[in-house]
């Protein structure tokens, strides 16, 4: 059974505020968002447009990858938005999800080759969920990945 428009949106909007990355470095923990950065030392949220406008010469290049991120999910939030108001293509919406996903791998991999930081992938867990569960069908495909006969 194939999600209707407006619970796609539901969950796809669910996934942009879910920590996509959270990061644990000594006893302080680090929550990446779609909306920022949020640190516990002290008590902070920092909007990503203060990260990467305003403090961007001292940026490790491969954060960068989370802005990617952020537009790659603005671009199926804006998908799965038009496909509850008109129509949706549900290529572009999964390819977007994914590709958002994808991107917060390098900013794992970036965070846990330093010493002493632990990096969670939620956000790529999360995307991926939400784009094999919402949109795999929609594609043509079974939930065990044949294609789907009618």
Do not use: N
Not at 40 to 61: C, G, K, Q, V
Not at 75 to 87: C, K, N, P, T
Not at 97 to 103: D, F, N, Y
């Amino acid at each position: 059974m194939v999600a209707g428009p407006r619970r796609r949106l539901f969950a796809v909007v669910v996934a942009g505020l879910v920590p996509w990355t959270v990061l644990f470095v000594g006893g302080e923990l680090t929550i990446l968002f779609t909306f920022g950065l949020f640190t516990t030392s002290p008590p902070e949220l920092l909007p990503i447009y203060d990260y990467f406008f305003r403090f961007t010469r001292r940026l490790p290049r491969f954060i960068e990858s989370w802005g990617t991120g952020v537009l790659l999910y603005l671009l199926a939030l804006a998908s799965a938005l038009s496909g509850a108001v008109w129509r949706e293509d549900p290529r572009i919406t999964a390819l977007s999800l994914v590709g958002a996903a994808l991107s917060q791998i390098g900013v794992v991999l970036g965070f846990s080759r330093r010493i002493g930081y632990v990096a969670l992938p939620v956000g790529t867990v999360v995307l991926l969920g939400v784009a094999w569960w919402y949109y795999w069908p929609l594609l043509g495909f079974s939930a065990d990945g044949e294609p789907a006969t009618e």
